[in-house]
């Protein structure tokens, strides 16, 4: 009704000032009940996919293939679907912090990666390391939004060495 106001009184093009990310987080905006069962069937498709990826690594030769692209897409889902709590803008701006930018470029770089492997170079073994490397980018990335979680597990792992060399 707003903007039908605006437009009847003339200052519909007065929105200049606003930039290409408000306009797109405007259009988009959901209820909250909307957002919730967004995550939850956007998280569900993820977590499917990952379990039917790995399912589908003890199938004979286009095995490991299948597992590669349902695990990836299931990281995908997973992570897009925080953007229906957050909303994208605000799930983009959280993801390039100082905190988490290194952990969202590794993420997003081994997930492309991994298809590279799979698709054009057809390297299996390359294709399984990046697969373990977004298994632990994707699990640091999540630490990071839990406070001091990052530092106990580091704590935890060099606890865990300096008993190994005793």
Do not use: H
């Not at 000032?17 to 956007?42: D, H, M, P, Y």
Request: with cysteine; net charge positive; proline share 2%.
């Amino acid at each position: 009704m707003d903007k039908l106001r605006a437009f009847v009184n003339g200052r519909e093009g007065n929105n200049d000032n606003r930039n290409i990310l408000q306009a797109a987080n405007e259009a988009s905006t959901l209820g909250w009940g909307t957002r919730v069962k967004g995550f939850i069937i956007c998280l569900s498709i993820g977590v499917g996919c990952s379990i039917l990826g790995v399912c589908c690594l003890f199938i004979p030769r286009i095995g490991l293939l299948l597992f590669i692209v349902f695990y990836t897409f299931g990281n995908i889902c997973s992570l897009a679907s925080t953007m229906f709590l957050m909303g994208p803008v605000k799930q983009l701006k959280r993801m390039c912090d100082k905190t988490r930018a290194f952990a969202t470029v590794v993420m997003i770089t081994c997930l492309v990666l991994t298809l590279c492997a799979a698709f054009w170079w057809k390297i299996f073994a390359l294709s399984l390391l990046f697969v373990i490397l977004q298994v632990l980018a994707f699990v640091w990335y999540g630490l990071s939004y839990i406070p001091f979680a990052r530092d106990a597990v580091l704590k935890f792992f060099s606890m865990l060495c300096t008993m190994c060399m005793k």
